[in-house]
């Protein structure tokens, strides 16, 4: 199994790997699979995002790689506002599957992989 953390990973083959990204989400969305991915990265004052890790896996190697995928295809994102205060911002994001993600987060709640 390919390094999903490896920024050249399929790089060589650009159009395959689209075409397979699209296969593979067409499938899951077809499917009865569920599931949730959480994915933790950074973003430069520029937008560029970078160390993606998955914080917690969904369980399914498909629904991880759709969704570390989903965060490398929408880089970079917009630029951090001029006037925000740091040079880089960390983001945790979860990525839900054929399930619907909860309403609201209450101030006590925490997010997937926080310590309580």
């Known amino acids: 199994m390919a390094d999903l953390s490896d920024p050249q990973c ?3 083959r650009p159009g395959q790997v689209t075409a397979n990204a699209g296969r593979r989400r067409r499938r899951l969305t077809a499917s009865n699979t569920t ?3 959480t994915l933790t990265f950074t973003i430069a004052r520029d937008g560029k995002i970078s160390n993606i890790k998955i914080a917690e896996p969904s369980g399914d190697a498909e629904l991880d790689r759709v969704s570390f995928n989903a965060l490398t ?3 970079p994102f917009e630029p951090l506002p001029k006037d925000y205060p740091q040079e880089e911002m960390a983001m945790t994001v979860s990525f839900y599957y054929n ?3 909860p309403a609201t987060l209450s101030k006590d709640d925490k997010p997937a992989g926080s310590a309580k």
């Open 73 to 75: 295809n929408a880089n």
């Open 99 to 101: 399930e619907q993600p």
């Open 10 to 12: 399929g790089a060589d």
């Open 35 to 37: 599931g949730r991915a």
